[in-house]
């Protein structure tokens, strides 16, 4: 983040390049916004999103009223040297309306919706349910149930049609967000487990 230098980028004829604010974790863009030279130096100093306001025509400091800060993991610039990718841990909503992006649903990772409906279930236990039954009868059934799948995974990869194991993956996985839910546990924090392994 620190080699970038401001001398390499093509600033447009207001002194602004756009920043694209992608999720370090899912990939998920979470906004589009403008940096003049002041705030990206502070984004860099602080390690924390600043922006130019065009509207306001001030600096603005991402969560400073909201406390929806973003945590800068890197800052790259693409190949024309005109526009930013900024990959940030988000701390809240990217939105001024609550939601995650400024894009709309479709922006979102499937991975993240299925969260978000499973979340819904524990908390709303509608009635039919399946995943609100799970938590209805708690820890050890939803144990079980992750046990069961895993065993059927490991069977299904014995058989030669790879639709039965595609079935069961999924019903493990599945399985796994229930249980990560049930013991609130993000799967964001898996994935960070498992980039902070890929790059030791």
Not at 23 to 38: P, R, S
Not at 70 to 86: F, P
Not at 172 to 199: P, S, T
Request: hydrophobic fraction near 35%; glycine fraction near 6%.
């Amino acid at each position: 983040m620190d080699r970038l230098k401001t001398a390499e980028i093509n600033w447009n004829t207001e002194g602004l390049i756009p920043a694209v604010i992608q999720d370090y974790l899912t990939g998920q863009v979470l906004m589009v916004a403008y940096m003049d030279e002041e705030a990206l130096q502070r984004t860099v100093e602080t390690g924390e999103t600043w922006f130019w306001s065009r509207s306001r025509k001030e600096l603005w400091h991402k969560g400073s009223t909201s406390g929806n800060i973003q945590k800068v993991i890197n800052v790259g610039l693409d190949c024309d040297r005109d526009t930013l990718l900024i990959e940030v841990e988000p701390r809240g909503p990217a939105c001024h309306l609550g939601t995650d992006s400024c894009f709309n649903e479709d922006s979102s990772t499937f991975l993240d919706s299925l969260q978000r409906v499973i979340k819904e279930r524990k908390q709303e236990r509608p009635e039919g349910s399946y995943t609100a039954y799970l938590f209805e009868r708690g820890l050890d059934k939803i144990l079980k149930k992750v046990g069961e799948e895993a065993a059927e995974v490991i069977i299904a990869a014995k058989n030669p049609d790879p639709k039965e194991l595609i079935r069961e993956s999924a019903d493990l996985l599945y399985h796994l967000l229930v249980l990560l839910e049930e013991r609130q546990i993000a799967f964001r924090d898996v994935l960070g487990e498992l980039k902070d392994r890929r790059n030791r």
